[in-house]
């Protein structure tokens, strides 16, 4: 029977990568320590040092992006009202 696959969440994913990238303890140690497989530590150890220099770019990558969606979506949920409200109108002028 297999077992069901561990999720972990972005803060140990995060801890444990940190730690393998600070380099103090061996990939091997900190794999054991923390029952994850060793290539997954490394897989999170090379995940952070390649985004690190993303934290010190100016400015949010994606960020017009953001808004445009958020744009659509604030238009999406007027439309949604206006025929939200047309129908309970047709509604109660049916008496259902």
């Known amino acids: 029977m ?3 696959r561990k999720r972990h969440s972005a803060a140990f994913k ?3 990568g940190f730690e393998a990238l ?3 303890k061996t990939v091997a140690q900190l794999a054991r320590e923390y029952a994850v497989h060793p290539a997954q530590v490394t897989q ?3 995940t952070i040092r390649d985004h690190l220099p993303e934290l010190f770019e100016p400015g949010q990558p994606g960020t017009e992006d953001q808004e445009q969606l958020i744009a659509q979506l604030h238009q999406k949920i007027g439309q949604l009202t206006v025929d939200l409200d047309w129908l309970k ?3 109660r002028q049916l008496g259902l």
Do not use: E, I, M, T
């Open 2 to 4: 297999k077992a069901k």
């Open 14 to 16: 995060a801890k444990v």
């Open 22 to 24: 600070v380099g103090l």
């Open 44 to 46: 999170w150890k090379a």
């Open 89 to 91: 109108k047709k509604s």
